[in-house]
């Protein structure tokens, strides 16, 4: 045994040897191909083969049955929501009249300063009969999407009506107000395209622009200078700006300040670096400009030079819904392309028909704008110096906007201390206020505040003691 | 799920095959002999590119006059169509002045109460609509929630079998603010493959991972579960905080219910939350109308979230979420729809409490079971007899909505004008609805519709059958004749 392996050790070497000290066979390039070369040659082929190849690891292993029982008896997921705290369980003003400046909350009468009534519309006769005539002829719901047999006369009369008013080619009607700014970003905008957006857009438009998977960028609230800059890096990054499409996302009168956009500048600024603008006119349509057509009346901007308007009709119209207006082939693609249009049913037709009194209405009187002015002025005049809030909303806002002027620390606290003076003012004055809401996905940094809807139906009495109230109330929780 | 008779597919095919050839044509002429229309664009990317709306320019323009008709009336049972006429070959469509009667069988006007009705709408809503006036024009909860929205809360959640529930004006709003609201990051949901929009927009919006489980297959839907809670969240392997398990009713766009008992079965045994969508059950199927899970006799406390809308069965607009009272409590503090939309507004709210009441007998007659009747049996006889003339009809029994398989792109507008030349409004259903390849023709059958109407719209869709030829099974020996003289 020992022997045999002697033997073929031996061999072994033999025949290595004779290998390495075998002559030279051939001469390549000048070089004698020895014996060791070959070994040589090999061993570093053998080498450089071990380099690449991959590193070992065990292979995996799937679950077995067994272990993926054993998983999901283990797993325990969370509960569907958080436990309620009693500061949950607050429920809000029940109403028992129409929403006017004068309304009957539990029981007795309040003046109503939490409904965006800007034009005084709710109650409205003309408005109430031809809504009447509508539910008898068409009864209440629409019961289908536009698509199949959802589309009534009187919404085709509403858009028409829409774009006679404003000036522009075509409307397309929506059946909620805040699924229209959702809905539309994402109908235009993809993924890969580029949005700069005001950081102080509201929760809607938020949407929005997460759906619409663009790159989105925001600049500071409502300064042209931060736009500007923010415009210029964007336009500085991308090579081709044929292939992409830029937006800019503005609201003309901001929920959750009362600021207003100054379009004209950022018309300029959409010129230049070539952006189209979609402008959200939910709070200024109706009431902006001298005969009501919004930011661009006021603004002086031809309203061709704005690419998509939306608006929700909740507002001003004090009806429901939301529409959007533009050039025939923006409109047309948003009959096929907008979610919120193609796949629910259409606005009822009796809301349609009073928004359609609501715009003959405000054709007939634009002398209520001059009563809505002035009554902002008389509000602003008597709010200019309440204890602990400061006003940063813009004079001519219907929104009446009050911040604390030095906040407690936290959104939460904040909302505490606003809570407590609007339940305050409610019950000791029967004034009814709103706070600014922020729900949990939320993502506006900016502060919370007090909001007045001011209406162009609120006397004057109402307004001063609205003023009263709040600084009476102010003086007490800030001292 | 529907599968094709592959001649049938390979003829579709080859017709999509040649309208995408003489599209391109087309695109090719225009971009020769018009460039400089198309070049004047200063700078600006074009709103879409290239392909991104050659389905809409080049073949849905073809058949636009089947969609989007204009009506004059109230969609009831029999409502007047809006003419129109084209000049330039179908691109713009114009009104007239002139309309045609028609037999509806495309609203979703479940139990009839789309037009006026002599409970709802005179007098209760016009009160209403005098009392609170057209709209609140604020949010829920600053100064937009009224009694009656209180009241209608209440009554949903009786009626629903729910502890507690809260109201939207709007169904498509409910789902795409809802979900946001209850799962986030590092949540699960899984929803069937045949979902609506509205929950693949909310569920995309909320941020979650998402996967789909084949339709209505709950051995799939167990599969997934089983891997999902072993493996975790991708990349990391963490466990997932939640899982919610999305369902419809009746899938709209099959006329099918969801298999209740056996999908709730799975999702108990796994823990995972379930969320049933009843836009189209809710007051349509079931005895006394309370959907879904009475028609399949399936407890209520056993489905976490029940949503619906109101537009479909109560003839009214808006949606509603029906869960215990912690959720909707909750919901009321985090839902943007809740604190940010304008409320429902009022006389609507009086129309869906109205008609709720009269489902339910509370208004003092049998109106409501009535309905509930002659819906469930319209339904059945017509679908029957669809199927004896050799129709594809899909959906199950008691279901309002049957679908009828067309398949080829050019029998879509053939069947919906051929029809309405007949005074029968009927709704065809193409991309982006329903996949490519599988056209069809959807029927919503109304309590609204009496016998005479039903036997009528057979007959003009058995004689349009015949000219368009989508008789796809062979045809029994029942003829109309004895139909008719059967049921005198």
């Not at chain 2, 109304?446 to 009528?456: F, G, P, V, W, Y």
Request: charged share 20%.
């Amino acid at each position: 045994m020992a022997s045999e392996i002697m033997n073929a050790t031996s061999n072994a070497l033999f025949w290595i040897s004779s290998a390495f000290d075998a002559p030279t066979r051939a001469v390549v390039f000048g070089v004698p191909i020895d014996g060791h070369l070959v070994v040589e040659v090999l061993l570093v082929v053998v080498i450089l083969f071990q380099l690449t190849r991959k590193s070992y690891k065990p292979p995996k292993k799937p679950l077995t049955e067994k272990e993926i029982d054993e998983l999901c008896d283990d797993w325990v997921p969370e509960p569907l929501t958080p436990q309620i705290t009693e500061e949950m369980m607050v429920e809000p003003p029940t109403l028992e009249s129409a929403a006017g400046p004068h309304a009957i909350v539990d029981g007795k009468e309040v003046v109503n300063f939490a409904s965006a009534n800007y034009l005084g519309l709710i109650g409205n006769e003309k408005v109430t009969d031809s809504c009447v005539g509508a539910m008898e002829k068409y009864g209440v719901g629409s019961c289908g999407p536009r698509g199949f047999y959802g589309t009534i006369d009187v919404h085709l009369d509403c858009e028409a009506r829409v774009s006679k008013f404003l000036g522009t080619p075509d409307s397309i009607l929506y059946s909620y107000g805040i699924s229209t700014i959702f809905s539309v970003i994402p109908a235009f905008c993809k993924k890969g395209d580029i949005i700069v957006a005001d950081e102080g857009v509201h929760w809607a438009v938020q949407n929005g622009l997460y759906l619409s998977r663009s790159t989105v960028v925001y600049f500071k609230h409502n300064d042209m200078k931060s736009l500007e800059a923010t415009l210029e890096k964007v336009t500085g990054r991308s090579k081709n700006p044929e292939k992409v499409r830029r937006y800019i996302v503005a609201e003309a009168i901001y929920q959750n300040s009362g600021q207003i956009a100054p379009l004209d500048e950022i018309v300029r600024l959409k010129e230049k670096y070539r952006f189209r603008i979609i402008l959200d006119e939910s709070h200024s349509f109706g009431v902006l400009g001298n005969s009501g057509r919004g930011l661009a009346e006021y603004c002086g901007v031809p309203t061709e030079k704005i690419d998509i308007i939306t608006a929700g009709m909740g507002n001003a119209l004090a009806t429901d819904g939301g529409l959007c207006t533009g050039s025939v082939g923006v409109v047309n693609h948003q009959r096929l392309m907008s979610s919120a249009y193609l796949f629910t049913a259409s606005l009822p037709p009796y809301l349609a028909s009073a928004a359609i009194g609501a715009l003959e209405y405000l054709e007939a009187n634009p002398s209520v704008l001059t009563n809505l002015r002035a009554n902002i002025a008389i509000l602003l005049k008597e709010l200019s110096d309440v204890s602990g809030l400061a006003t940063v909303s813009h004079p001519l806002s219907p929104i009446f906007f009050l911040k604390l002027k030095k906040s407690t620390g936290s959104n939460k606290t904040d909302m505490h201390l606003l809570d407590s003076i609007t339940n305050q003012v409610l019950k000791e004055h029967s004034v009814l206020i709103a706070t600014t809401k922020r729900s949990s996905l939320d993502k506006c940094p900016l502060p919370l505040g007090l909001r007045l809807f001011v209406s162009a139906s609120h006397s004057e009495s109402d307004l001063i003691k609205a003023a009263a109230s709040l600084k009476k109330v102010a003086a007490v929780v800030f001292s | 799920m529907v599968r094709s008779p592959y001649f049938t597919t390979l003829t579709t095919l080859l017709s999509y095959r040649i309208l995408f050839l003489f599209g391109h044509l087309r695109d090719l002429f225009e971009k020769l002999l018009d460039w400089s229309k198309l070049n004047n664009l200063q700078g600006y990317a074009p709103i879409c590119f290239g392909y991104e709306d050659f389905y809409t320019r080049r073949l849905h323009l073809r058949i636009q006059d089947c969609f989007e008709r204009p009506i004059a009336s109230a969609p009831d049972a029999w409502f007047d169509v809006v003419e129109r006429y084209s000049n330039d070959n179908n691109k713009t469509l114009c009104r007239t002045e002139k309309t045609t009667k028609c037999l509806n069988l495309g609203s979703y006007n479940y139990l009839g109460f789309a037009a006026a009705d002599e409970y709802c709408s005179t007098p209760r809503v016009i009160r209403s609509l005098k009392q609170y006036s057209v709209s609140t024009c604020s949010a829920r909860v600053d100064g937009g929630t009224t009694k009656l929205h209180v009241e209608l809360e209440d009554l949903i959640a009786r009626f629903v079998g729910k502890p507690a529930a809260i109201l939207f004006g709007m169904g498509y709003a409910t789902n795409s603010a809802i979900i946001p609201a209850l799962i986030g990051k590092g949540g699960l949901i899984i929803s069937d493959s045949l979902n609506h929009n509205s929950i693949v927009n909310g569920a995309r919006g909320s941020g979650a991972t998402i996967r789909v489980f084949q339709h209505n297959n709950a051995s799939h839907l167990e599969e997934v579960l089983r891997e999902q809670i072993a493996y975790g969240q991708p990349h990391m392997y963490r466990p997932w905080n939640k899982i919610i398990v999305i369902i419809e009713g009746i899938y709209s766009m099959e006329g099918e219910f969801c298999k209740l008992p056996e999908i709730i079965a799975v999702c108990k045994k796994y823990k995972a939350y379930t969320y049933l969508d009843e836009a189209h059950s809710i007051g349509a199927v079931g005895r006394t109308g309370r959907g879904v899970c009475e028609q399949l006799g399936v407890d209520t406390a056993d489905v976490d979230i029940m949503m619906g809308t109101l537009t479909k069965s109560f003839g009214s607009c808006g949606g509603y979420i029906a869960a215990s009272k912690e959720i909707i409590q909750y919901l009321k503090q985090t839902c943007p729809a809740h604190l940010y939309a304008t409320s429902m507004s009022p006389p609507a709210v009086q129309q869906a409490i109205s008609s709720m009441k009269v489902i339910l007998g509370e208004d003092g007659t049998n109106r409501g079971a009535k309905k509930l009747t002659q819906i469930r049996e319209n339904s059945n006889f017509f679908r029957s007899e669809l199927q004896k003339m050799g129709f594809e009809v899909l959906g199950d029994k008691d279901s309002p909505i049957m679908p009828i398989m067309l398949y080829n792109i050019a029998k879509i507008p053939a069947f919906s004008r051929e029809c309405l030349s007949q005074n029968l409004a009927i709704v065809t259903i193409a991309f982006p609805y329903t996949p490519l390849l599988l056209a069809r023709a959807r029927i919503c059958i109304s309590a609204a519709h009496t016998r005479e109407d039903l036997i009528k719209a057979l007959e003009v869709i058995s004689k349009v059958g015949d000219l368009v030829g989508i008789k796809y099974f062979p045809v029994e020996h029942l003829t109309l004749d004895k139909v008719k003289t059967s049921t005198k």
